[in-house]
């Protein structure tokens, strides 16, 4: 993990309050796993905490990562009015990521993600991808105006798109879109709303031995120093112990915290 003022490159905005913002830096370079994220400062003295946001693609070969964020309050509507050329204060990355190792050559993984959940999963099928997995996506979203990068998996491989209010795609949740699959997977990585991944977990759960969550929590010091991002442990009667979602997770196994 490292600190460095990284220089805006590109911003885009892709559906009403959610953006792509382009990196350029040498903590790149410490970019490997998918699923980690990235703690940013925000340019205003007073917002004091950073804010974890998950890194969407990395890219070596140019230096660049990018990621996408929803403007939610004060910290992400300042980022969404930050200009090319503008330097972002990031320290990172930050986390456990997605565990690939026990995928293999022709392989299929099922990567499920809703509404900001989504954007990890990119970098994550693109590196499944690479070792020879093929990946299907099942992607959930509010409806069809908050929709975005079908293309981008669509030209990653197999996906499938549920809303809520069926504007697009299957009406309904992505588990709608996992019950019509016959297929069992190898693999399942799923990132979103508590909700979605308790649904993913228990489908899959007992069934397929690989499969991971990717959870959320307010943070502060994003490190493992604070305790401000704790989650409770599944199997623990006195429930008393409990994981730090900043450097044990954000990635867990399913079954392993309460969600
Ligand atoms: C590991 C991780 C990865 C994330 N990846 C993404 C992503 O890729 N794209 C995206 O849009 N959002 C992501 N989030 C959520 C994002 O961090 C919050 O939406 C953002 O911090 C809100 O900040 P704000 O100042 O705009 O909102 P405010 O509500 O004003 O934030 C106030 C405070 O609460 C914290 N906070 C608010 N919501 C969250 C939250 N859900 N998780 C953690 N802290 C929160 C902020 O850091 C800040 O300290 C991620 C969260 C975590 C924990
Ligand atoms: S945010 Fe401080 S321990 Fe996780």
Redesign the pocket.
Known sequence: MKQELMEITAQRLLAPR?YEMTLKGALVEQMEVPGQ?LHLR?PQND??????????DINHEEGTCR?????????????SEMKVGDKLDVMGP??NGFQLSELHAGDTAFIVGGG?????LYELSKQLIAKGVTPVHFLGFASKEVMYYEEEFLALGDTYIATDDGSYGTHGHVGHLLAQMMEQPNAVFS?GANGMLRAVESRYLGKIANVQL???????C?MGACYA?VCHLQEDESGQKSVK??DE??IFPAGKVVL
């Open positions: 959610i994220f925000v917002l004091l905490l950073r804010r974890p946001i998950s890194i969407n990621i996408i964020y929803r403007v939610e309050g004060d910290g992400t509507r300042v980022f930050l986390g900001i959940g989504i954007p990890p990132c990717s959870l959320e929590a307010r943070m502060a994003g991002c979602i900043c997770g954000p």
